[in-house]
């Protein structure tokens, strides 16, 4: 089964989402009915939606897609994670189809959120019932990644978007070095999305994001890396089919025969998928 584990459903609101520019091609309604044809036309079977809101609804809004749409075999929902009931508002949302959780820490303007006491224990809970917690960092809050998963210990953990390197700039350091840091840790995996918006979107190329795939093949090896689309933003610089080529192209090249892992074993196993 081919997965895209990162994809996002929305109801367009300029309030919602004001980090989406007003008139771009992303500033309109994303439903399932679109999901599904942009999968199907990419040769994808399955996939797994991630909040886009940090507010309380988005979580039921995706569970809901999930349980009226087949090709949606997980959700990553969002919970207030500093919350002091956090154990028990996870125990109320219990779903199969709810996955893990994600908190966009790339907007905190915390420069240490992640040592932040009630976060840490937010992700402890996540951890504690067999959930999964995505990373949504920028390569400058990578340094503190490695204290936050000591002191959480077990659990499974995805990075998305390889910690989002500098790619339109050309920057390297410091996220080579930090995201070696992480690596060495052996229960998370690195979810290879999102890069075609990290670089230059209009003038991409597969040679300029293959440097930084490169790196994250060596660090996490094939069987921890995973493939997803970040669709419908990945429409700002690039089509559903290209993203997918992008890294078909990749696997071929450099470790053909992980394709079914990065393109779903490795979902399933960082997100213990069951349905």
Do not use: K, M, N, T
């Given at each position: 089964m081919r997965i895209d584990a990162h994809h996002h459903l929305w109801r367009y609101d300029p309030v919602a989402f004001g980090w989406i520019e007003p008139g771009c091609a992303i500033a309109r309604d994303f439903?399932?009915?679109d999901l599904t044809a942009a999968i199907r036309a990419g040769g994808i079977d399955a996939c797994i939606a991630v909040q886009a809101r940090q507010l309380p609804e988005e979580t039921d809004f995706l569970l809901r897609c999930a349980e009226t749409t087949p090709e949606i075999v997980g959700v990553v929902g969002w919970i207030d994670l500093r919350s002091p009931d956090v154990a028990a508002t996870i125990d109320e949302q219990a779903h199969p189809a709810l996955l893990g959780y994600r908190h966009v820490v790339q907007d905190e303007p915390d420069p240490r959120f992640l040592r932040?006491?009630?976060f840490v224990r937010g992700v402890a809970a996540v951890a504690?019932?067999?959930l999964t917690y995505d990373l949504l960092v920028t390569h400058e809050q990578l340094a503190d990644v490695p204290a936050l998963l000591d002191r959480i210990g077990d659990g499974r953990f995805v990075f998305d978007h390889a910690a989002k390197p500098a790619i339109a700039s050309g920057g390297w350091q410091p996220w080579a070095d930090r995201v070696s840091a992480?690596?060495?840790y052996p229960h998370i995996w690195c979810k290879?999305?999102?890069l075609v918006t990290?670089?230059?979107h209009r003038h991409w190329s597969a040679a300029q994001i293959e440097r930084y795939l490169d790196h994250v093949l060596t660090l996490f090896g094939p069987h921890r890396l995973i493939w997803g689309s970040d669709w419908p933003v990945c429409l700002l610089a690039a089509g559903y089919g290209d993203v997918?080529?992008?890294i078909e192209d990749f696997v071929a090249s450099r470790c053909p025969g992980a394709r079914d892992a990065?393109?779903?074993g490795n979902a399933i196993a960082a997100y213990a998928i069951q349905r």
């Open positions: 439903a399932p009915a932040q006491e009630a504690a019932r067999g992480v690596a060495a290879i999305s999102g990290e670089a230059d997918v080529r992008l990065v393109f779903g």
